[in-house]
């Protein structure tokens, strides 16, 4: 299995993780994550790109952050 970014920033599709809530009711709506040290790809497993997804990456402190604002209504 690959970890991380491959030679061209890509993350290979096999370390992604859909969410289980992910789907629910056939909305289509899927979510996968990887996490590979201190970075975090998040990505959208209906825009396959060859053997990946199309992705954001970022650091695990700016998405726990992120998450954190959601939570608490910060950020809508």
């Known amino acids: 299995m690959s970890h991380g970014a491959g030679t061209d920033g890509r993350w290979a599709r096999d370390v992604f993780r859909k969410s289980s809530r992910s789907n629910g009711g056939g909305s289509g709506q899927c979510v996968a994550v990887a996490v590979s ?4 790809a998040v990505g959208d497993t209906k825009t396959p790109v060859a053997d990946t997804y199309s992705h954001l990456r970022v650091s695990t402190a700016d998405l726990g ?11 809508a």
Do not use: D, N, Q
């Open 65 to 75: 952050g992120l998450l954190a604002g959601i939570k608490s209504g910060e950020i």
């Open 37 to 40: 040290g201190s970075e975090v």
